[in-house]
């Protein structure tokens, strides 16, 4: 079984935990009342949920999910820098190296 019990839940607009969703329940599905246990409770200041459970099932989620925006934005991301390499190429030529060096010198420091 995975962590956190295997469990799928939702989000609310409230941001408190439900199983299932509301628009995904069937209608032979025993209704639940909608309401978060008590240990899915978010911290008001950390964000973090009260189970560690439930914690870890979110990590697991959140680090599923988001990969595919990350991908997208690194390649986003390096295809703009290829793009202001070829500016650099196309307005100064004659300092298109340096300009280079010193971008990939600033972006290697940054990142």
Same mark, same amino acid.
């Given at each position: 079984m995975p962590e956190g019990g295997g469990v799928t839940w939702h989000r *609310?607009? *409230?941001g408190q935990a439900t199983n299932p969703p509301p628009e995904r329940r069937t209608?032979?599905?025993?209704? *639940?009342?909608?309401r978060?246990?008590?240990?899915?409770r978010l911290h008001p200041a950390t964000l973090r949920f009260d189970s560690?459970?439930?914690e870890a099932a979110?990590?697991?989620h959140d680090n599923h999910s988001s990969l595919?925006?990350?991908?997208?934005?690194?390649g986003l991301a390096l295809a703009l820098y290829a793009l202001f390499?070829?500016?650099?190429?196309?307005?100064?030529?004659?300092?298109a190296f340096q300009i280079g060096g010193i971008r990939i010198g600033v972006c290697s420091f940054i990142l």
């Open positions: *609310t607009s *409230t209608a032979g599905a025993p209704r *639940t009342s909608g978060p246990v008590p240990s899915d560690a459970g439930t979110w990590r697991q595919g925006r990350i991908r997208l934005t690194l390499a070829w500016l650099d190429l196309a307005v100064a030529p004659e300092v």
